[in-house]
């Protein structure tokens, strides 16, 4: 009988765990590795190329960065800060020199 008790609460212990476990966050970008350097090219398909397309140089969902009348600030910035309904802020992923190195892949852009 004492088998039957653990059985019957088994469903129970194990719907609570679960709905106590906390829920899993998508985990901040560690594009840095430990030698300094920074794959731009690839961190900008995997993080950015969704909406900059063809590597920033065609106009996707966002702008096209190639050739991008902008200043180096305002793209710091909006990198950075984002744009409310259109562009998320990465000001909590990277760092200030790693928003550097990708304005600098921006300006380096050239047709494919």
Sequence with gaps: ????????????????????????????ATPEPDNGTLDVEQLFAGTCGFCHSDGGRAVGKGPQLMN????????????AGGKEGAMPAFGGSFTGPQ?????????????R
């Design 68 to 79: 991008s009348p902008r200043d180096d600030d305002f793209l710091r910035n909006r990198i």
């Design 99 to 111: 928003i550097d190195q990708i304005v600098k892949y921006i300006r380096a852009l050239k047709p």
């Design 1 to 28: 009988m004492h088998a039957k008790k653990i059985t019957a609460l088994l469903p129970v212990v194990l719907g609570a765990s679960l709905l106590s476990a906390a829920p899993a966050r998508a985990q901040a």
